[in-house]
């Protein structure tokens, strides 16, 4: 067994996060035999607790035993036929990984140019779009927040994109990294699909991917030919649980997540969704401070597209992340993460969402300017002083 470490450590990745203790109480209890009531009313309570923090009242739930990326596979099987077309509009590390499942499924993919360092560009979207006059393209992807960016894009300017080239491709949103940090409301934005996951911004433990799904969107689903059985929309749509979740429902997880919801509303989600900006920026204050040292930057160009949820800072060439990541987390029991995809060795990310206050914030920032330290990083000495003074001032 590894040798106990006291204290606390300082989970900062953007998923998985820190796990309310009120959580994990809830997830401790005995599974319970299918025909409980009480299962029947923890997966209704989830249900609606769900449809809740994605601001739908009309968009079905379905909760899978899986990850983010069975979620993405359920809509995929779920919603395009093999063959058809998806347009995935390019944010980096995640819309590629979407991309290429989707095209490993047999679907046609076409991505939209991502700029580094840039949210979504709606314009680039709608040229597309109009570029299909026979409508080729069955649904737009969309990353909210790309986890790997540490960027969000604005929603609204894509619903508009397809209303503007009368485009009836379905928009399918992947809230995975910014449910319950930033705000979302779905039939607001004309959201027909939405995906998310447990161990997030969700505070849960990985283990759970959810889709909501409204009505245009299950229509498309049941004129779909594509053999499916495990993530079938029509055969889950049901009052039983056993159907609900093709099998025996992931109880303890559900446990979890009624008590995670619960957790969220009773803070307000508005609340919740102000708490994540405030330490959002106090993260970023602390990276302007860092910056003035000349070897770290912002991954992020525009301070408005810089999320809620993670935030991503660029370090000099010669720079050794991995090694800043290890000093972090084994010296000073700080975890951060670290760059994926194209960003590998380019950057380190701080996760700042879910179940986190201003401690514990500071204590993950100045946890990595030790560890920044030992390592000789040249860094603006004023971090965690600029992110006091921004939390100071609330
Ligand atoms: C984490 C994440 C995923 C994938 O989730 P897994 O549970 O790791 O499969 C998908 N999309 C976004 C935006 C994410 O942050």
């Not at 809740?52 to 968009?59: Q, W």
């Amino acid at each position: 067994m590894d040798t106990r470490i006291p204290g606390r450590r300082f989970l900062h990745s953007p998923g998985p996060t820190h796990v309310p203790e009120e959580v994990l109480d809830a997830m401790r209890r005995q599974p319970m035999d299918m025909a409980d009531p009480r299962l029947t009313r923890c997966i209704a309570a989830c249900e609606a607790g769900l449809q809740r923090l994605l601001g739908t009242t009309g968009a079905k739930p379905f909760i899978y035993a899986g990850n983010g990326h069975g979620a993405w596979e359920v809509l995929v099987e779920n919603l395009i036929a093999p063959g058809e077309r998806v347009l995935i509009a390019g944010t980096g590390h995640f819309s590629d990984s979407w991309a290429l499942q989707t095209e490993a499924l047999g679907r046609s993919v076409q991505c939209t140019p991502w700029v580094e360092g840039r949210a979504i560009d709606a314009a680039a979207v709608e040229r597309a779009l109009r570029d299909d006059p026979e409508h080729q393209i069955k649904a737009l992807f969309v990353v909210h927040t790309d986890t790997a960016s540490g960027i969000t894009s604005e929603l609204a300017p894509l619903r508009a994109a397809l209303d503007a080239a009368g485009h009836p491709a379905l928009l399918v949103a992947d809230v995975v990294a910014s449910l319950g940090a930033a705000p979302f409301e779905m039939d607001a934005l004309g959201v027909n699909v939405a995906v998310g996951a447990s161990q997030k911004g969700l505070m849960l433990p990985p283990g759970l991917g959810f889709v909501a799904v409204d009505q245009a969107a299950m229509a498309i689903a049941a004129r779909n030919p594509a053999p499916r059985y495990y993530w079938d929309w029509r055969l889950r749509d049901s009052e039983l649980s056993y159907r609900k979740f093709c099998g025996t429902p992931p109880q303890n997880l559900l446990m979890g997540l009624e008590a995670a919801l619960a957790l969220i509303f009773q803070e307000g989600l508005d609340q919740v969704h102000a708490r994540h900006a405030l330490l959002a920026r106090a993260v970023h204050a602390a990276v302007e401070g860092w910056a003035t040292a000349g070897a770290l930057s912002f991954f992020a160009h525009v301070a408005e597209q810089r999320s809620a949820s993670v935030t991503a800072v660029q370090v000099a060439p010669g720079i050794d992340v991995d090694a800043l990541r290890a000093l972090a987390r084994e010296r000073f029991q700080v975890s951060i993460a670290g760059g994926l995809g194209p960003l590998t060795g380019r950057v380190f990310r701080i996760g700042h969402l879910g179940d986190l206050n201003a401690a514990m914030v500071l204590g993950c920032l100045a946890g990595v300017e030790a560890a920044m330290t030992v390592q000789g990083i040249p860094f603006g000495r004023d971090g965690v002083a600029r992110a006091v003074a921004c939390l100071a001032k609330g």
